[in-house]
Every structure is written in structure tokens, then in C-alpha cells.
């Protein structure tokens, strides 16, 4: 790749760049607002983008990881499948074979024209509540292919030509998927959003002219790829292998699924590798990797490393390879397996194990792993409210995973999982509540859970609830029993997750990863979320942070002694304890001779 | 006091430095007074600055006080007593099993790759929070009446621990408040004399962290402010003020201090509140229409509010502090947005090679390079300087000098590393500014629906003059107002404000199956406590006073409320119901660009809003109509983009009504500087504003 391109104009890029992502911005505040689905308006699950004619992924601003970095890959589709797209038209997108992430991410790709050249293609993309699977879930981890997964797909087909809408494809939608009203609420939000910058793309190119903002486009590419290789180059050359592993899942995946991340970093060629190759071929269940969210995961885990407001677009990703194969658990699954959980699962560990592969780079690099696994806090609840007599099906986002350590803060709390990295809304207990005929018994933060190290994790969240007086159904499909989320660097482990049955006779049962169960009247169901991994050293922790975590009760004295090496005693203020410096400096002198041998 | 003698009205805002004093006589003449905040007694300042005010109307500040009907104050101690975190010692309540909910708060953050920042520690640190055994749920019914003796020995933890104040918030104290209720109950025998807050009382709407976010923010005024209030009270009635004090509140309207007293949360951000009020009034008198747009640029922050078919605009999403990271006002309040960028805001060429400005900025310490105070990074202050829009030699009406050759030479590095002149790197820095500004401007237009095209932008604060005819010319507006008062826009609006308050209740309802009869008792309920609350004022504000009714409303399934206004309430008639499902699919087209007309529309929070018009003469006064030219005072080398041009340069106090100045020319006012770009036209109006066009 050549080094040296032509300068960009300093000021006209940094003009309309800003202009294009106040049009990202508008779409995210019309999808979010108009949106029927708590998934989408609560929960915040879904991304705005604009792509270059050509297919190359100008802006994502505010979009999920997860969703927004594979963006060209369905507008190629797009582009591939139809050659008579034209102005007003709109195209639907959920296949994970030709792009999409999952099934349940619906995408609205609205092509745009400039003086009769297609330009642009707007993607605004929201996990849709339901899908119309076999099961009522959008996350369908025992599907064992795309037929018993049973969505309805649409590999970028035309919904609207000349702004009319093909009313067909609604009636279809609207005679297989589960609360149709919603549904049809939400397909407006979405394709509104696209609408939205389609309007707003037009009147950039008016007011700059056509061959401004093509120039644009190119220095707003180049300009992104200086960043990156900046940011490369500040790493040290390295060839790392990393391990992950998602949990066994008894009858699904006995073995769990192994992931193999081997990554070079060449800072003179200014170029991360990333092969995948080396990973095992596709399983039948729903946990395959699409190759959309393979390549997000795999940039995720990257980003989490660099300075945070380096652009994410094509230009940046010019300075990533990846190595995929085909067949692959990770990489571009063969039809017909099922990515039915393709967002989440897997790829959380995907991100988890670059980001922790960045971390072997040394000091300063890479962060540790974050909470995984999608709890009862996370389910799809489904059953009939007594209230009105219909029936209703949505997912809680009331878990919480914690987030992981870096080298410079600790986990952020309200993380929820890796691929959304605290993106998403949480749910409110009340309007939870209100909505559905359920009660919660407690939402709380576990004290002392967070993965210890010179920066700690984020502590996992306790949730229990059940229906108030009909049954309930509620389907999740879990990570993180089995191997927790990692410490980095000396960081100490996250803790795992767990689930539990609990009767109307308060006796307990614990629950397998992947759960669907029925809760009846006074039964109910309870989750401990995952922790953040923490980074460096828990014996190198400030002890002024290891006071403020006891006294606020993040931590409590027995680790700070055992763990942190710090000797707290009356005195502090407000009646508080306060760190005796000379014992905790002995103490952790003690607890390191004894640790290095 | 005779009939014929004067009266005066009078408005105080004392910001963290300042204590600005506006007296309006009723012959319409504006004085000006100002003097250093002195926090320790708020009232030594604000005698100072009312003693200038005083002395320049012939006045002892005895009868100046004697004559004035309307004592109006505004203050930033509590908003700043948040930022600075010096609340009282609160202790909050919650239901037992649920004590992380302002830890937890609603999720969301700005940067999904950003892990540099600690996540943000909760308003009211988790050591002090206690949980209670009690639990109502949805629908009002209480599987769990209040534990009274679990109740009893938490007061027992807090009396022991010291608090100063109780912020209680219980779910669903909203669908019946007994549990919430008996609390307080049992702190008014336990804890007598420490103030409390109740989460229904204060904010009665469904969610739990934003209600536990106001009661508790709410809660911890409570000592400070109360005190604070209290004490100004009584010194001004020392001094022979004897009639109502008004305070200015965040819905942009002023109260009684009493009600202040009882729930100080309502004086949090009053003062960016009231920009828009004074927007209001000034694009009315200049006969621009009734919808604004106010852009308030100062030093480090550029506000914009909007004003739509005369009414503010407001939110219940205004954070204390950043979003995400801040705390959640919760309450109704005047919808402001504030971003990083003012005259202080730095401009930078990152490893890319684009030029950026800001977030960064170089405050008032050491301030801009030109202020010759040390500064050395270039700003958007500096880059006026070099291109020529500032008098060196006068800055601020005389009151500094700036030296240019230090602007030159902080832009000078970045003007090299950019391969580009200095003038023009200048230029571009203003241009990316102006961006960044209509961003902010296009993103709060955007969310109420209003069409920048059809306001009226009114520009204040002390930068303000600098690029806002760009920038109106970018968003297409052709009615611009520079206020006289730019640089005071929110003690002006305090002139203009009304008295309001509000009341809310919770009640949900689809129109598919609409409880008439419920509503129609609720909006009683809210109407009846604003009047109760009116006859406090007198039957003679009874003639000035009107209550809108709005409903929160959404489709069926969404979770995010319009309001939508309630034409004629009560009773609700079936023709009503349908008229206001009308309205609600107009508000949300106008909003989202598209309606549903087939779906159910969910009624959620209904609130009745009280309003006392107090009628003013201020700003209305007419001035005498010049004739001839506007003088020239002087001609300087300016910059606009291409080569230098001899500029005209004209002082604010040369110029009277009628006045037209073309561009390119600059205005010298003695709190603004106002550029008059190429293309563009500045009037002086019959009141003595600004009124700029593009020609």
C-alpha cells in the first residue's frame, strides 16, 4: 500500500465530515424515538450508517460494535443482486450469508441518487423483537439450521421502487412475525432513518457540489487510514496466538466451541493481521459467526486499544487484514447453519480474546476481558398478559455484565456485553413492569465480584424476577458459566454466571446455559452476571482506590487485605477506615515474594 | 409613593464571578449595575451592584427598593453546588432488593471504544443508601406495606450518621404513594427538622432512576438552599423591599421563593433557561414572529434553545453535566444543548491532518493568546484578532487591549504544519467553529421539528457576534436579532418571564379504550392545585393567568413521549379524545416525519402547566430615528475569506434606529463585537437591537 497519498484540505474535510455525521446522528435519533420495540427505543439495539456508492463504509457514528463494521458487505449485495436500482428504491437485508449480521437485524439500505448517479447507500439496521422463528426468540441457540431456526429471510429484496411501498412484503411479514403491529412500527423507524439521509445527502451534494463531496470521500478515507497507521505504529512488532473458548452447552455443543485468534502487528507496514483460519468448521446450532459480525468482533476488539476517536470506516479498516476461512464456526459459515446468536455469543468472545491479545503487546495496550453471556437478565420473555388478553414477547436488557479493565480506568458498570460496550439503554424496572405482567425481586451490583488488578473489572449484576399471575416463558441462551471472563497482565479474573429455577416453595434449581423454560405463578427465576477481567497487578492498585471500593462497598476488607494487599484501619474520615501505607507496603512485599516463587 | 412617581422593577442574576443587576423603570429605561458575587452573603454584592443601578437613576438604594413592585432573582448556586459536589449529606431510600438504581441509571455512553474513563460514581455515593423493606407494584396494589420497623431502624442509621437531608424514592410510589407517605411521616416524628424530598411528590412520572435522580438532587439542596433563600428573603425586606420576590426556575419562568424553598431542584441551570425567554420577547418586539432560535456563545460553551410558536421548548432529558456521565435533572426543564465551542476553544492539526477545534479550550485562565496573558494555543478569539474583527486598541468598549502579534504567533505553528497562510487558517478555524455550532443547532431543530428556515435567530452572549451571521446564512435563516443586551440575554429574560409552575400526575390510558372519566379527574386534580396555588397571588394575577393542559402521549409500544397539547380539557367528551389523538399524530409527524394514524395512542403523564403574565415595559422603549449615514469611526484591514479589505469600523454608541450598515464592516458595542461579513446587513431597529440579513 503506498504511503504517500495526496494531503488532504485540512478544513473542508473536517467541515463535511462533520456534516455527515450530524446526518448519522439524525438517523439515530429517528430510529430511536420512533421505534415500537423496547429492543430498539429502550435497548438502543440498532445502528445508522452511510456507505460509499462503491461500497465502502464512510460513517457509523454511535452504532453498535457489533452491527455497524460489516455494513458494505450488504450493500455489495445490494449492488450484486439488482442492476436496475434506481432512485427510490429501498431494499430489506437480513441474511447472514451475503452480509447481514443476524436474521433478527433487520436492514434498510436506501440507495442514493445524485443528478442520476447513485452515490451513497444509507443502512440503518435495529433487532427486530420477533422474526417469526420456530421459537419465540430472536436468539435461537438450538436451532441446528437456518429451516429449524424458521426466519423469514430477505437477501437484500426491494420494499419500496419510485418511494411506493410493495405492500406484499409487509402482509408477509405481518403473517409470520409475532406482535406484527410492532413489527410494522419498527420497519417504519427504519426505513425513516434511511429516508432521513437520503434527504440530507442530497442537499450536502447541492450545497458543495457533486465533485466536492467525492473528494471528500477520498480524503475522509485517507484521512482515517493516516490515523490508523499512526496508531499502529506506536505498537511494538509482535506475533500473538490467543486462546478463547464459549462455554459447553450439553446437547448443543458438549465441547464448547474453541477460538483461535493468531495476530500480527507489523508497525513499519503500518498493518494488523488477524488470521482465523485455524478455527473449527461450523456447528449445528445458532452460535455460527456470520462473516459480518466476525469482522466487527475482530475490529472491535482492536478499537478498544486505540485512542477512541480515531474515525471507524473503510480507510481505518485498510489497515487491518483478516484471514477468514470458509465453513468456519468463525469466519463465513456455509449455508444453511444458523447464525442465529451471531451477535453475541461467540463473537463477545471473539472481541474478548483480540482485545486480550492486544494486551500481550505489553504495557499500556490492549484491555482485559469484559462480561459475557446473555442471563435471565437478558431473555426473552414471552406469555400472555391477563391484563388485555394479548400475547406479548420481547427481551430484557436489565443484566449486567461488567465491563473490563484497561490501562488507564476501571470496567465501565452498565457494559451489558462486549459487542455493545455500554451502547445500549437498560431496561427500567417499572417500565419493565408495565409493560409486562412480571415483578422483579431485586436488581443489584455483587459486591466484590469484579475482576481484581491495578485496574479492577466492573462487579456482575444479581437479577431476579417472574409473572405476576399467568405463566411465563423465558428463553435464554447463556455464556460464561464455565470459563469466566479473563484478567490481563496480572489482572484477575471476572467472575462466571450463573442461573437458578427458584419454586413457589423457594427451593432452587440451577439452570444450563442455553434455558427455556415456563415459569409458573409464584416461581421464578434469578442470574448472576458475568464481571469485567481486571488489568495489571492487583498488588500494584493505588491504595487510595482500594480504600474508596471498601468504602463504597465495590470491594470489601477481606480482598482488599488478601487480594489488594492493603491493611485499611480506623481514622479515615467520616468515620471511615483509612490506609495504613507502612503495612500495606509490607504486606505487598510479603504477597509478591510469596506470589513470584 | 405617589401615582405619578416611578416604579421599578428589578432583576438580579449572580452568577459564580458576577452579579448582574437589571432596573427596568416604567418609562421603559433599562439600567445596568454590576459588582463581584461575594458568596459568604449573597446580598453585599447585590447591594453594590444595585447601588451603581441606584445612583445612576438619582436613587438612594432605600427608595429604589421602596419604588420597585418586582424583585426578580437568579442564581447558579445550586447548579454549582452540584457540579462542585458540595450538597448536604444525603441519605437515600429505596426499596429493599434495589439499591444500585442510580449506579445502574439508564444505560447508554458516549464511545463504545472508549476505555480511558472510571465509569461515573452516583450522585448519592452507595454508603448512603438504604434499602427498606416495602414494595407497591404496578398497578397500586402492595404486596409489601412499608416494614415500619425495618423503616424505624434505618431513620435510627441515619440520625447516627449525621445526614443534613432525606431523598426517598420507592418504585411505583407513583401507582399508590401510602408506603412513600408513611415514610415521611415517620421522619417528620423521627427526624424532625432534617428535610426530605418524596420521589411522587417532587416528580411524579414512571422510571425509577430519573425520579430517584431528582428527589435525590432535590433532597441535598434542600439545606444550602433553603438557607440561602432564606437569608436573601430577609436581608431584602432589611433593606424596605416589600413585595413579592421571584426567583427564576428551569422551565424558563420565575416562582414565589417560597415554592423554591419547598423544592430547590427547580432553581438547577435556571439561568440557561431563561436565554430563550428573552429570545422570546425580542424576536416579538421586533415583530420576527414566534418561533427562535437563541444561540448563546460565551467563552467555553455555545447554548442554543429554541422557542416554537411562542412557547419554550423543554425536556425531560437535561443531564447535570455531560450526558451520560452527568446526573439526570429528571424534571421538566427549558430544552438547552450546550457543546464545546466558544471564543476560547482551541484550534489543533491531529496526526490525520485535519484541522479541529475544541473540545479544548483555553478558558478564562490563561485565556486567549491576544489577551497577552500568557496563552499560547490558538483559539477562535485569536483567530478574530488576526483577522482583523477586534480593535486592539479598544477591546470590550476600552476595557482591554489585545495584542495581535500574540495571536499571530499562536497561529503561526499551526498555519506551517498546514502548509497555509495565517489569515486563512484563522478563517478555517472560524469555519469549522460555525460547523460544530450548526450541528448543535440543526440536532435540537431537528428533535422538536422546527424548520431553521422559518426562525428568527437571536444571538447572544459575549462571542456571540463573531460568526453568527454565517451561520444563519448556512441554516438558511433570513431574520437575525443581536440584542443590544447580548451579552446579558439571561438577565434580560428574567424582565420577561412569567410566573410558572407546573403540576404532573401519572395516569395510563390508550385512546383505544380511553378513561374519560380518570383523565378528566387528574387534569381537575392538576388545575386545582394551580389555582389554589394562584389565589396566593392576589385576584388581580387572576386576570393574567391561563393553565395549558399537555399530555405525554406515544403510540402504542414506544416508549419515548410527545407532548401534545390539550385544547379545551375538561370534560373530556368522546369528539375530545379523538381531537387529541389528532394532535398527537401531528406532533409526531412534525417531529419523526410520519404518523401511524391505524395505531393506538398511549397516554402517559398529564401535566398542567400555570402561567401569570406580569407585563413589562422593558426593551419596548422607542429611540429616536437617525438620519444620514452611520458614522465611521475608524477603518482596519479585515479578513473574510479572500485578501485583506479596508474595513469600516463603527462604535455601537455612534449608531441610532434606522441606521443600515453593509458588509463588510464591524460594529464595536462595549460588550460585543459584531461582524458584519460581505453580503450581509446590520440595522439598527426602532428599540436599538441588531437586526441582521443577508443582502
Known sequence: MSETKPAIDPILTAVISNRIDGIVREMTNTLLRAARSAVINSARDFSCGICTADNELLACADGLPIHSFGASLQTATMCRLHDDIAEGDAFLHNDPFSGNTHPADHTFLVPVFVEGEHLFTAVAKAHQADIGNSLPTTYHVTAKDIYEEGALIFPAVRIQRAYEMNRDIVRMCEARIRAPAQWHGDFLAGLGAARIAERRLKELCAKYGKDVVKSFVTDWLNYSEQRMIHAVRRMPAAHVVNHGAHDPIEGVIPDGIPIKVDMAIDPEAALITVDLRDNIDNVDCGLNVSEACTISAVLTGIFNSLPPDIPKNAGTFRRVKMLLGDGKVIGRPSFPHSCSVATTNVADRLVNCVGAAMASLGEGHGVAEGGIGMGPGMAVISGRDPRDGSDYVNQLIIANNGGPASPRADGWVTYELPDGSGLTYRDSVEIDELKHPMRFHHVRLVAGSGGAGRFRGAPGGDVAYGPIDRPMTVIFPCDGQVTPPKGVRGGHDGTRAVAWHIRADGSTAPLPPATNITLQPGESIRGLDCSGGGYGDPLDRDPARVLHDVIEHWETVERAEAIYGVTLVAGGADGEPTVDADATTARRAALKAAHST | ?695
Open chain 2, 1 to 695: 409613593m405617589t401615582d405619578t412617581a416611578l416604579r421599578f422593577r428589578i432583576s438580579v442574576d449572580t452568577g459564580g464571578t458576577f452579579t448582574d443587576v437589571l432596573v427596568t423603570g416604567s418609562d421603559g429605561r433599562m439600567t445596568i449595575g454590576k459588582a463581584l458575587t461575594t458568596h459568604a452573603r449573597i446580598f453585599n454584592g447585590m447591594r453594590e451592584a444595585l447601588s451603581v443601578a441606584a445612583a445612576e437613576i438619582g436613587l438612594s438604594l432605600g427608595e429604589l427598593l421602596a419604588q420597585t413592585t418586582l424583585f426578580t432573582y437568579g442564581t447558579t448556586r445550586a447548579t454549582n453546588a452540584t457540579v462542585t459536589g458540595k450538597t448536604a449529606r444525603t441519605a437515600l431510600l429505596v426499596t429493599r432488593g434495589f439499591p444500585d438504581i442510580l449506579v445502574l441509571r439508564e444505560g447508554g455512553r458516549a464511545n463504545a471504544h472508549d476505555f480511558s474513563q472510571d465509569f461515573p460514581a452516583p450522585y448519592i455515593p452507595r454508603r448512603h443508601t438504604f434499602e427498606v423493606s416495602e414494595r407497591t407494584l404496578a398497578d397500586g396494589t402492595r404486596p409489601t406495606p412499608l416494614d415500619e420497623a425495618d423503616a424505624r431502624r434505618v431513620i435510627g442509621e441515619i440520625a447516627a450518621g449525621g445526614y443534613a437531608a432525606v431523598a426517598v424514592c420507592f418504585l411505583w410510589s407513583i401507582a399508590d404513594a401510602a408506603n412513600e407517605t408513611r415514610m415521611g411521616q415517620l421522619l417528620d416524628e423521627l427526624l424532625p427538622g432534617v428535610p426530605y424530598t418524596l420521589s411522587h411528590r417532587l416528580l411524579p412520572v414512571v422510571r425509577e432512576y430519573r425520579r430517584a435522580s431528582a428527589t435525590a438532587i432535590d433532597a441535598s439542596l434542600k439545606p444550602l438552599m433553603q438557607e440561602h433563600l432564606r437569608g436573601l428573603e430577609q436581608d431584602l425586606r432589611a433593606s424596605g423591599y416589600e413585595n413579592d420576590i421571584l426567583v427564576s426556575t428551569t422551565v424558563g419562568g420565575v416562582m414565589l421563593i417560597e415554592e423554591l424553598i419547598a423544592a430547590p431542584i427547580h432553581t438547577v441551570k435556571s439561568g440557561p433557561a431563561m436565554a430563550p425567554v428573552a429570545a422570546a420577547t425580542f424576536s416579538a418586539i421586533e415583530g420576527l414572529g414566534d418561533n427562535a432560535i437563541v444561540c448563546d456563545t460565551g467563552g467555553t460553551t455555545f447554548d442554543v434553545g429554541l422557542v416554537r410558536d411562542g412557547e419554550l421548548t423543554y425536556s425531560r432529558d437535561t443531564w447535570l453535566g455531560p450526558a451520560w456521565t452527568g446526573h439526570l435533572l429528571g424534571i421538566s426543564s427549558v430544552d438547552i444543548r450546550s457543546i464545546g465551542a466558544g471564543g476560547g476553544s482551541i484550534g489543533w492539526l491531529d496526526d490525520g491532518g485535519m484541522l479541529r477545534v475544541g473540545p479544548q479550550s483555553a478558558g478564562s485562565e490563561p485565556g486567549p493568546a491576544c489577551y497577552g496573558r500568557g496563552g499560547t494555543e490558538p483559539t477562535i478569539s485569536d483567530a478574530a484578532c488576526v483577522l482583523g474583527y477586534f480593535n486592539p486598541d479598544a477591546f470590550l468598549g476600552g476595557r482591554m487591549t489585545l495584542d495581535v502579534e500574540a495571536a499571530r504567533n499562536a497561529i503561526a505553528p499551526l498555519a506551517g504544519r498546514m502548509g497555509r497562510g495565517i489569515e486563512e487558517t484563522a478563517w478555517g478555524m472560524i469555519s469549522i467553529a460555525n460547523e460544530l455550532m450548526i450541528k448543535a443547532i440543526h440536532e435540537i431543530t431537528i428533535a422538536e421539528g422546527v424548520n431553521p428556515r422559518e426562525s428568527t435567530i437571536v444571538a447572544g452572549g459575549g462571542a456571540a457576534g463573531i460568526n453568527i451571521m454565517p451561520i444563519a446564512r448556512e441554516l438558511g435563516c433570513e431574520k437575525v436579532v443581536l440584542p443590544k443586551a447580548a451579552s446579558a440575554l439571561s438577565a434580560a429574560g428574567m424582565q420577561f418571564a412569567d410566573i410558572v409552575k407546573e403540576e404532573t400526575a401519572t395516569l395510563i390510558t390508550s385512546s383505544a379504550a380511553f378513561e374519560a372519566a380518570r383523565v378528566t379527574a387528574v387534569l381537575d386534580d392538576l388545575a386545582g392545585r394551580l389555582r389554589a396555588f394562584l389565589s396566593t397571588l392576589g385576584a388581580e394575577a387572576a386576570t393574567r393567568a391561563e393553565i395549558a393542559f399537555i399530555a405525554e402521549a406515544r403510540y402504542l409500544g414506544q416508549v419515548w413521549q410527545l407532548d401534545t397539547p390539550i385544547d379545551d380539557p375538561r370534560p373530556l367528551a368522546a369528539g375530545d379524545v379523538a381531537a387529541l389523538v389528532g394532535t398527537f399524530h401531528r406532533v409526531h409527524e412534525r417531529v419523526f416525519a410520519v404518523r401511524d394514524p391505524g395505531s393506538p395512542v398511549e397516554f402517559v403523564n398529564w401535566k398542567a402547566r400555570l402561567r401569570v403574565a406580569l407585563p413589562t415595559e422593558a426593551g419596548r422603549r422607542r429611540l429616536a430615528v437617525a438620519n444620514g449615514a452611520p458614522p465611521v469611526a475608524a477603518t482596519r484591514r479585515c479578513f473574510f475569506g479572500q485578501g485583506a479589505v479596508e474595513t469600516p469600523i463603527h462604535r455601537g454608541a455612534d449608531l441610532a434606529p434606522g441606521h443600515r450598515i453593509e458588509g463588510p464592516a464591524i460594529v464595536e458595542e462595549a460588550t460585543t463585537t459584531l461582524v458584519v461579513y460581505p453580503g450581509t446587513a446590520a440595522t439598527v431597529s426602532p428599540t436599538g437591537n441588531y437586526l441582521l440579513s443577508c443582502l
